[in-house]
């Protein structure tokens, strides 16, 4: 199936205020009277979202995928999008033409030489990209293996219904199609699948830490990479909890004291939720020598501005991309350890792992000793059905349970 190429149609949030020629150009090119309407009123939309990066990108992504679809494979404005409609986008988005997917990423617009921004021709609303095995193995991505994930699957039925309720409020649409489709899980593939478990094992755990000491042992600089690896696993923090992200700054500051002297470090997580997570003894002496690398006082003083991941080079903390590739090369490290011990199957195994797969280790460490609602208050799980609202937790009764938490786990004999 060959159909016209798509076209980006939403910025970046940082460039959200000021709209590209080419989209005007682009909405104006379609015959579909309704467009520019329907683009306004997604404008709209996503600028609800503007205080949740995490959030906004999500939406952008499904609502441009979206709006390409109606446009230019049903020729039809959202107005006209039926159940039906939304059954055949189920399946497309499953099974996309070629040519409206890439193997890389790419950003949406680009400048040119007239410091314009103008459409980036390598970009595509769908991406397959090869595992973290496969690019080990040298294996380039097929678009022939593109498939959607059952969590994918439902993060687009959660924005579809979002948006098409939205533009129901806005009084542009009388029925949301999405809502008009019953047994929703039929969509979603049933069968028993090998479940990856995203977590380190023990083991695994054991020797990414001592990659990480050695790394920092053979140069000072890397104390800094010890510290991110420390804070990952005892605090359970998302990526975006410690990267350089403009207007959620990561700073040495959001490490304080309380007045009963207990220290707490605290960030804007998930849904733009600001929380406090108890800051273990062990992590508060691994704070300690990574400030004395940096030739800082011991502790930071209350809001200090410091980066809390600066950058060797240049202004500002490390991005999320910048420290995916330090934890990476831990990871590597650790995995050439394991293959000299000869426990393959643990560095296959550790080969998978993300970033991600820390916070869920860390919380998995947790749960063997420490009461859940603890866990819960710092990890910012809502989960209804293990949260109770009512639960009203005693901070040093939390923190107590955090502060001896250990960074190495003590190994079985074998």
Request: hydrophobic fraction near 35%; charged fraction near 25%; charge should be positive.
């Amino acid at each position: 199936m060959s159909v016209t190429l798509p076209r980006p149609i939403f910025d970046t949030l940082e460039n959200f205020a000021t709209i590209p020629d080419s989209i005007h150009e682009y909405i104006e090119s379609l015959n579909i009277p309704l467009a520019p309407q329907e683009f306004k009123l997604c404008l709209e939309f996503l600028k609800s979202y503007a205080n949740s990066a995490d959030t906004f990108n999500a939406y952008r992504r499904e609502t441009e995928r979206l709006l390409n679809w109606a446009w230019l494979v049903c020729k039809k404005s959202l107005k006209e999008i039926t159940r039906n409609d939304v059954r055949d986008y189920l399946q497309f988005v499953n099974n996309p033409p070629k040519n409206w997917i890439a193997t890389k990423s790419a950003n949406r617009f680009i400048v040119n030489a007239l410091k314009l921004r103008v459409v980036n021709p390598e970009w595509r609303p769908f991406i397959i990209r090869s595992t973290k095995v496969g690019q080990r193995l040298g294996k380039k991505p097929s678009k022939e293996n593109y498939q959607l994930s059952n969590k994918s699957i439902e993060a687009i039925f959660a924005s579809m219904g979002t948006l098409f309720s939205f533009l129901q409020q806005e009084n542009y649409l009388e029925v949301n199609p999405v809502s008009l489709i019953r047994q929703k899980k039929s969509y979603i593939q049933r069968q028993q699948v090998r479940r990856v478990t995203r977590k380190l094992s023990k083991l695994q755990w054991h020797y990414v830490i001592c990659a990480a000491e050695e790394i920092a042992e053979l140069n000072p600089q890397h104390q800094r990479t010890l510290f991110l690896m420390s804070a990952f696993y005892l605090l359970g923090l998302r990526i975006s909890e410690v990267a350089y992200i403009p207007g959620r700054l990561a700073t040495m500051g959001n490490f304080a004291p309380d007045k009963e002297g207990l220290w707490w470090y605290t960030t804007i997580g998930k849904g733009n939720k600001l929380r406090d997570i108890a800051v273990p003894d062990e992590l508060l002496n691994a704070l300690r020598l990574y400030r004395e690398s940096l030739n800082l006082s011991p502790l930071p003083s209350r809001e200090e501005p410091t980066p809390l991941l600066p950058k060797l080079k240049g202004k500002h903390g490390l991005g999320a991309r910048q420290i995916r590739y330090i934890v990476q090369d831990v990871f590597d490290q650790a995995i050439y350890g394991l293959l000299r011990l000869g426990k393959k199957d643990e560095a296959e195994d550790l080969a998978c792992a993300t970033v991600h797969w820390l916070r869920h280790t860390a919380i998995s460490t947790d749960v063997e000793t420490r009461p859940r609602e603890h866990i819960r208050d710092d990890v910012g799980h809502e989960n209804p059905s293990t949260m109770d609202k009512y639960i009203d937790i005693d901070r040093v009764a939390r923190h107590q349970s955090a502060q001896y938490k250990q960074l190495k786990p003590k190994l079985e004999k074998t």
